[in-house]
Nanobody
Framework: VQLQASGGGLVRAGGSLRLSCAASGNIFSKWVMGWYRQAPGKQRELVSL???????TYGDSVKGRFTISGDNAKNTVYLQMNSLESDDTAVYYC????????????????WGQGTLVTVSS
């Protein structure tokens, strides 16, 4: 499995960006896919996740500003980021957890390469 992330860049505070992450390879029927981020000097944190069952998860700091969506036909998830703030500056990493046929199985975890988002104030 490979994850290809794109869409990062430089934006002014209050602006918007959309990240994409395309998965290729053996994607199981049950999966969770989404984004984490890591700012300089900080730990990696959850941004948002989308499950194959339609479940959604958002980190507290992005609720109401970021929206995750997916295109199953393209094995791609998108992260629409609005009202960006300087604290959103980070490297954003795509994450896939490949569960298999049941949610009780141990997932295979994959990380994509990071994409840098810089928000200028």
């Amino acid at each position: 499995v490979q994850l290809q992330a794109s869409g990062g860049g430089l934006v002014r505070a209050g602006g918007s960006l959309r990240l994409s992450c395309a998965a290729s390879g053996n994607i199981f029927s049950k999966w969770v896919m989404g984004w984490y981020r890591q700012a300089p000097g900080k730990q990696r944190e959850l941004v948002s996740l989308l499950g194959s069952d339609g479940s959604l998860t958002y980190g507290d700091s992005v609720k109401g500003r970021f929206t995750i969506s997916g295109d199953n036909a393209k094995n791609t998830v998108y992260l629409q980021m609005n009202s960006l703030e300087s604290d959103d500056t980070a490297v954003y990493y795509c994450r896939l957890q490949n569960y298999g046929r049941t949610w009780s199985s141990n997932p295979e975890g994959y990380w994509g390469q990071g994409t840098l988002v810089t928000v200028s104030s």
